[in-house]
C-alpha cells in the first residue's frame, strides 16, 4: 500500500515537472549588426553566421535543456543607433549574451550600455587593441596578430622589401589608432615620415580617381612602395575597381588589407587584383578537416554554394562555441558565472589550430598572409606556426606600453601594470 501511493506520489510529481521542463522560457541571443547601410555588405553574413549556430545547437538540444532563440535588430549603420539597440536588445528582449558590432566606433558606443547593465558582447572584428572592457570578450584580431606581422611581411625579402608605405583608411577611430601604432612600428625600424603617405576617407567614400594617382605619384619617387588599407564597408569596392581601372598590379604596388576578405570580394572583378593581400587569422582555403565541415554547414544553413565564408564570421564561431562550453561549465547564463567559465576555454578552429580565451578578454590565434585570386579566394604565402596572443595595449604607444589587461576573480583590472597570469 506505501509503495503504491509512494508510486502515486512520484507519478504525480512527474506529471507537475514534465510540463515545467517543456515550458522553460528560451535562453535569448542578441544580434546586434547592421542589416542596412554602409556597413550591411560585411555585417549581414554576421547575422546568418550567429543564425546558423543557434539553429544547430538547438538541432542538439539546446543548452541547459533550454531552446535558443535570436533577436536580431538593425543599428542601420549608424553609431548612436547601436547603443539604442544595445540597451533594447538587454532591458526590454532581456538577451542572455549579445553578438555583434563591426567598426570600432558602434563597439565605442556599446560599451557604456553592456558595462552599466551588466551583459556581455562577443566583439568578432580585427581592431585596434587599446582597450580589455570586463564586459567584451574580443574574437578579432588586435594589431600584434594582424597589422603588425602584415608590415613586418611587407618589408621582408617574401614580401617585397617595402620602403615607403601608403596608410589608406576609413575616418574613424579604427584606421587612425592602427595607423598611429603602424607609423610608431615603422618609426622602431627607420622609416622616416617623409616615406609614410596617410589619408582618410569617409564611410562610404565612392571616387578613389584622384586618391589612387596620388598613390601612383608617391610610389614613383625612386623607392618600393606598399599601401596598408583600413578602409571598411562598402568603399573597398570603388577603391579596389579603381585600383584596376589605373593599372596598378600587385608586383609594382602591392595592397594588403585588414577589413576585405572573401565576402567584399565576391562583387568585384578580382582578376585585375590577383597578387594583392590581406591579412587575417583564417580564409576559406584553408585545408582541415573543422574547416571543411563550416564551409558545409555554411552552405547548407544558407542554401548556396556559392557564398563565402570569411575570418569575422570564424571569429563568431569561436566565440559562440566558447560561450557555449562556458555556460555549460557554469550550469547558468548568468554573466557573473559565464564570464569567470570563459577564462581557458578552448576551441578547435575552422583556421586549423586551438584558439584559447585568455584573462585579457582576447583570444590566441594565429596569423596568415593571404594573396588574392583571380576567383576571389585567397592563397595562403604566410602565416605563424601556432597561434599568437593578443596584446590588448600595443607596446608602440609610449602611454599604454606597460598596461596589461587580467580579468581573473577576485583581482580585476582595466589598465594597470601587474602582469597577466598567463
Known amino acids: ?85 544595445a540597451r533594447e536588445l538587454i532591458q526590454v528582449q532581456k538577451v542572455d549574451v549579445v553578438f555583434g558590432c563591426w567598426t570600432s566606433v558602434s563597439r565605442k558606443s556599446v560599451l557604456p550600455v553592456f558595462k552599466e547593465l551588466n551583459s556581455l558582447l562577443f566583439y568578432p572584428v580585427q581592431y585596434e587593441g587599446e582597450e580589455s572592457q570586463r564586459n567584451v570578450f574580443y574574437t578579432g584580431a588586435a594589431p600584434n596578430q594582424q597589422a603588425i606581422p602584415a608590415v613586418e611581411y611587407l618589408m621582408s625579402k617574401d614580401g617585397g622589401e617595402a620602403k615607403r ?115 587575417w587569422n583564417y580564409f576559406q582555403s584553408v585545408k582541415n578537416p573543422v574547416n571543411e565541415a563550416f564551409i558545409k554547414q555554411w552552405h547548407a544553413f544558407i542554401k548556396s554554394d556559392k557564398r563565402v565564408t570569411n575570418d569575422p564570421m570564424e571569429a563568431h564561431v569561436i566565440g559562440f562555441q566558447m560561450w557555449v562550453q562556458a555556460v555549460e561549465q557554469a550550469g547558468t547564463t548568468n554573466v557573473d558565472a559565464v564570464r569567470q567559465a570563459m577564462y581557458g576555454q578552448k576551441v578547435k578552429a575552422p583556421g586549423g589550430f586551438d584558439s584559447v580565451m585568455n584573462t585579457n578578454h582576447h583570444l590566441s590565434k594565429p596569423v596568415m598572409i593571404g594573396e588574392v585570386q583571380g576567383n576571389g579566394q585567397f592563397q595562403i604565402v604566410w602565416q605563424t606556426k601556432g597561434p599568437i596572443k593578443a596584446d590588448a595595449w600595443s607596446p608602440f604607444i609610449p602611454e599604454n606600453k606597460d598596461k596589461h589587461a587580467d580579468w581573473t576573480y577576485p583581482w580585476v583590472c582595466e589598465s594597470c601594470t601587474k602582469p597577466t597570469y598567463n
Open 1 to 85: 500500500m506505501r509503495f503504491t501511493k509512494f508510486l502515486m506520489a512520484a507519478g504525480a510529481v512527474a506529471l507537475l515537472s514534465a510540463p515545467a521542463v517543456a515550458q522553460q522560457p528560451p535562453i535569448k541571443v542578441g544580434v546586434l549588426h547592421s542589416l542596412s547601410g554602409t556597413m550591411a555588405i560585411s555585417e549581414t553574413t554576421l547575422k546568418d553566421t550567429v543564425l546558423m549556430l543557434i539553429d544547430a545547437q538547438n538541432k542538439k538540444g539546446g543548452l541547459l535543456g533550454r531552446k535558443l532563440e535570436a533577436v536580431v535588430v538593425d543599428p542601420a549603420s549608424n553609431w548612436p543607433l547601436f547603443a539604442e539597440k
Open 165 to 279: 608605405w601608403v596608410l589608406l583608411g576609413t575616418d574613424y577611430v579604427y584606421p587612425r589608432t592602427t595607423n598611429k601604432i603602424l607609423r610608431a612600428f615603422l618609426h622602431s625600424k627607420g622609416v622616416t615620415d617623409a616615406d609614410i603617405m596617410e589619408n582618410y576617407t569617409p564611410f562610404g567614400h565612392s571616387d578613389w580617381q584622384s586618391i589612387v594617382a596620388s598613390v601612383k605619384k608617391f610610389a614613383g619617387e625612386g623607392k618600393k612602395t606598399a599601401v596598408v588599407s583600413t578602409i571598411n564597408g562598402d568603399a573597398n569596392v570603388p577603391f579596389y575597381k579603381e585600383l584596376g581601372n589605373q593599372g596598378i598590379k600587385a608586383q609594382d604596388i602591392p595592397t594588403v588589407a585588414f577589413s576585405v576578405g572573401e565576402e567584399e570580394l565576391a562583387g568585384i572583378d578580382t582578376k585585375p587584383l590577383v597578387g594583392h593581400l590581406a591579412a
